[in-house]
């Protein structure tokens, strides 16, 4: 089935430490994008990559550091410098493009707890 | 102010209701326009994409207002079922970068 993987679902980091999500799709999409949601509160954008090896900062990029080695990857590591990491993290794609009106789909999401 | 505006809600309505919910945008730039559903602690997912022209899908009807810039979601015959928040997207264009609105909760009681 075509869609999109994150892993690991659920991840308790300790202070002090990197943390990485992976993201794997298989749709062919060119755009991928990394969004964190805080409880109660809406989808915030961390990073985004329209094409593999280019990279953009979002919204709140400070903490965060993103690879597009491959089309289908965009893992997300979560580093020490991230002062308050707990959310839920969630990777999407797209095709951006005006025919298809870069429709966004999502994978299931990973929970992020500091422990 | 911020580029997509939501009513957080929650909206609290009976089975069989019809409810609606509005999403401002700041930029008249902006090209595509969705709506999405969130369930408590799962992703968000297409509900439906918004057309200049309005479109139906069963018990939901998305309308665009250009000259107001927003759009509207409107559900009929309410179910328990529809509980959950519903996020508005937009995308601008050239980098279709999508941006969020805060979603409006909706519950539904029997």
């Known amino acids: 089935d075509g869609g999109i993987t994150q892993s690991p679902k659920y991840l308790f980091r300790k202070e002090g430490q990197n943390v990485t999500l992976s993201c794997e799709q298989n749709?062919?999409?060119?755009?991928m994008y990394w969004y964190r949601q805080d409880p109660g509160q809406g989808l915030r954008l961390i990073y985004y990559?329209?094409?593999?090896?280019?990279?953009q900062k979002g919204d709140i990029a400070e903490g965060y550091s993103v690879s597009r080695e491959k089309k289908e990857s965009f893992p997300l590591t979560v580093t020490s410098a991230q002062k308050n990491p707990t959310a839920f993290y969630l990777c999407?794609?797209?095709?951006?493009?005006?025919?298809?009106?870069?429709?966004?789909?999502f994978g299931e999401g990973s929970w992020l707890t500091v422990v | 102010r911020k580029e997509v505006e939501q009513d957080p809600g929650p909206f609290n309505v009976p089975e069989g209701a019809t409810v609606a919910f509005n999403c401002t945008y700041s930029?008249?730039?902006?090209?595509?326009f969705f709506w999405y559903r969130q369930d408590c602690r799962k992703e968000p997912k297409l509900l439906m994409s918004?057309?200049?022209s309005g479109n139906e899908d069963g018990r939901f009807t998305a309308q665009l207002n250009r000259a107001s810039q927003y759009i509207s979601l409107l559900i009929r015959d309410s179910k328990l079922s529809d509980s959950a928040t519903y996020l508005c997207?937009?995308?601008?264009?050239?980098?279709?970068?999508?941006?969020f609105g805060r979603g409006t909760s909706l519950i539904v009681h029997p």
């Open positions: 749709l062919n999409h060119d755009a």
């Open positions: 930029n008249s730039a902006s090209q595509s």
């Open positions: 918004v057309y200049s």
């Open positions: 990559s329209q094409i593999v090896n280019d990279f």
């Open positions: 999407a794609s797209s095709i951006p493009a005006a025919a298809s009106g870069n429709t966004i789909y």
């Open positions: 997207v937009v995308s601008s264009g050239g980098s279709y970068i999508p941006t």
